[in-house]
């Protein structure tokens, strides 16, 4: 109606103008109701004509779509394993922080296993200390081996020297017995060092990585002990929260509840714009948003990217072929909006409809050298007649709640 209007003032007006004016002709004597179409017949073809070329221009040019949305994330509430549940700390709804619990379940199970494991490395630690001690017992083991692998070997040089200076003086029997003494007694040195590597080697290697295996069971029952506890992933509000003390969950069940996350849809919008308009929207443009959430407020957007692909072309493989009339819809070109200025959108319900308007801007094609006079006026002329769509855009945002409480019999 608006751009009916306003093509009339460039075409019936004048054509009224001429006849009254040059022609002499007056409403209501040679221009009347059965007169009219005779009369300002090029007036009014022109105005249809000019009407429907700028109703085109402008759905074009400057697209709206009402399929617009703030869209958010729901994160489920789920715990990592099976269980009854032994203490519930949220209500149906409650707003809830970072990291708090929100239900936890009976770990009976996982509290034994938890201090099965600290009870294990307590284990390999007074292990430690008795290996340690017998490292000490092993040293001195050597040192007494060694005093009396000496002594034998003294006692063997003496008799061994008295023999050679008067043989016959020591028995030959005597002297090995000492020789066996000797060697056996070295043996025992060898046995003793040996007995001291093995125990070095228990203190340095072996129990430490007892050790480290009984604390990566600790820090597994620490694991699972902690899975008992639901916490909240991020700070937000819990919603249609009904799980009660003895409820048996698990991963595979339905969700105890969903986690709003605080701030979700307050980042941008996503708006379906009919096919045709998929040459027009660029990342980049100028758009403008009404919502029904926050009445008689233009919040100033701006286009971030535009989805390459038509989301009702998706198909699933399977044992039919895809029949293209089976597509009761046809899909739309998805557009992420973020508000121009921080905080655009506070105010405005996460979930909200909203109209938007998206405006093509040429001022880049203007402002270039090789653009021709004629070109440049038709691009002043494209861009000047987004001002009308915001004008209805504004119309709208105006009478939403009217259509929306008193028309729509609510």
Same mark, same amino acid.
């Given at each position: !109606?608006?751009?009916?209007?306003?093509?009339?003032?460039?075409?019936?007006?004048?054509?009224? *103008?001429?006849?009254?004016?040059?022609?002499?002709?007056?409403?209501?004597?040679?221009?009347?109701?059965?007169?009219?179409?005779?009369?300002?017949?090029?007036?009014?073809?022109?105005?249809?004509? +000019?009407?429907?070329?700028?109703?085109?221009?402008?759905?074009?040019?400057?697209?709206?779509?009402?399929?617009? !949305?703030?869209?958010?994330?729901?994160?489920?509430?789920?715990?990592?394993?099976?269980?009854?549940?032994?203490?519930?700390?949220?209500?149906?709804?409650?707003?809830?922080?970072?990291?708090?619990?929100?239900?936890? %379940?009976?770990?009976?199970?996982?509290?034994?296993?938890?201090?099965?494991?600290? %009870?294990?490395?307590?284990?390999?630690?007074?292990?430690?200390?008795?290996?340690?001690?017998?490292?000490?017992?092993?040293?001195?083991?050597?040192?007494?081996?060694?005093?009396?692998?000496?002594?034998?070997?003294?006692?063997?040089?003496?008799?061994?020297?008295?023999?050679?200076?008067?043989?016959?003086?020591?028995?030959?029997?005597?002297?090995?017995?000492?020789?066996? +003494? #000797?060697?056996?007694?070295?043996?025992?040195?060898?046995?003793?060092?040996?007995?001291?590597?093995?125990?070095?080697?228990?203190?340095?290697? +072996? %129990?430490?990585?007892?050790?480290?295996?009984?604390?990566?069971?600790?820090?597994?029952?620490?694991?699972?002990?902690?899975?008992?506890?639901?916490?909240?992933?991020?700070?937000?509000?819990?919603?249609?929260?009904? @799980?009660?003390?003895?409820?048996?969950?698990?991963?595979?069940?339905?969700?105890?509840?969903?986690?709003?996350?605080?701030?979700?849809?307050?980042?941008?919008?996503?708006?379906?714009?009919?096919?045709?308009?998929?040459?027009?929207?660029?990342?980049?443009?100028?758009?403008?948003?009404?919502?029904?959430?926050?009445?008689?407020?233009?919040?100033?957007?701006?286009?971030?990217?535009?989805?390459?692909?038509?989301?009702?072309?998706?198909?699933?493989?399977?044992?039919?072929?895809?029949?293209?009339?089976?597509?009761?819809?046809?899909?739309?070109?998805? #557009?992420? @909006?973020?508000?121009?200025?921080?905080?655009? %959108?506070?105010?405005?319900?996460?979930?909200?409809?909203?109209?938007?308007?998206?405006?093509?801007?040429?001022?880049?094609?203007?402002? #270039?050298?090789?653009?021709?006079? *004629?070109?440049?006026?038709?691009?002043?002329?494209?861009?000047?007649?987004?001002?009308?769509?915001?004008?209805?855009?504004?119309?709208?945002?105006?009478?939403?709640?009217?259509?929306?409480?008193?028309?729509?019999?609510?």
């Amino acid at each position: !109606m608006l751009e009916l209007f306003l093509c009339s003032l460039l075409t019936i007006f004048p054509d009224y *103008l001429y006849r009254r004016y040059v022609q002499g002709k007056r409403i209501g004597k040679e221009i009347t109701l059965f007169s009219v179409w005779f009369e300002l017949r090029w007036g009014i073809t022109a105005c249809l004509m +000019l009407t429907v070329s700028l109703i085109t221009m402008i759905f074009y040019f400057h697209p709206s779509t009402s399929s617009a !949305m703030l869209f958010f994330r729901t994160v489920p509430i789920l715990p990592e394993t099976s269980g009854r549940v032994a203490e519930v700390h949220l209500d149906f709804t409650a707003p809830v922080a970072k990291d708090a619990v929100i239900f936890r %379940l009976d770990g009976s199970k996982q509290e034994a296993a938890l201090e099965t494991a600290r %009870l294990k490395i307590a284990e390999v630690d007074a292990a430690m200390v008795a290996a340690q001690s017998d490292v000490a017992k092993a040293e001195a083991q050597i040192q007494q081996a060694k005093s009396d692998y000496k002594q034998a070997l003294d006692e063997l040089e003496v008799k061994s020297e008295l023999q050679r200076r008067n043989p016959g003086i020591v028995p030959q029997r005597d002297i090995d017995k000492l020789q066996v +003494l #000797a060697d056996g007694r070295r043996s025992a040195v060898d046995a003793a060092i040996a007995t001291k590597q093995s125990a070095e080697s228990r203190v340095s290697t +072996l %129990l430490p990585a007892e050790k480290a295996s009984a604390q990566a069971v600790l820090d597994q029952a620490k694991v699972e002990y902690d899975k008992t506890f639901v916490r909240a992933g991020v700070a937000g509000r819990v919603e249609q929260f009904q @799980l009660r003390v003895g409820d048996v969950v698990n991963p595979f069940m339905r969700p105890a509840g969903i986690l709003i996350p605080e701030g979700a849809g307050q980042r941008g919008l996503q708006a379906g714009f009919a096919q045709i308009e998929a040459q027009v929207l660029k990342p980049g443009m100028v758009a403008e948003a009404a919502c029904i959430s926050k009445p008689w407020t233009i919040v100033p957007m701006v286009i971030t990217s535009v989805q390459d692909y038509i989301a009702a072309g998706q198909f699933r493989g399977g044992e039919q072929l895809v029949e293209a009339q089976n597509v009761a819809r046809p899909g739309t070109i998805l #557009a992420f @909006l973020e508000p121009i200025y921080k905080g655009g %959108l506070e105010g405005v319900t996460a979930g909200s409809s909203c109209i938007v308007n998206a405006y093509t801007s040429n001022h880049e094609k203007i402002s #270039a050298k090789d653009t021709g006079t *004629l070109h440049a006026i038709a691009l002043h002329t494209i861009d000047a007649v987004g001002l009308v769509h915001a004008m209805l855009l504004r119309i709208q945002a105006l009478l939403l709640p009217i259509k929306t409480l008193v028309l729509s019999g609510h």
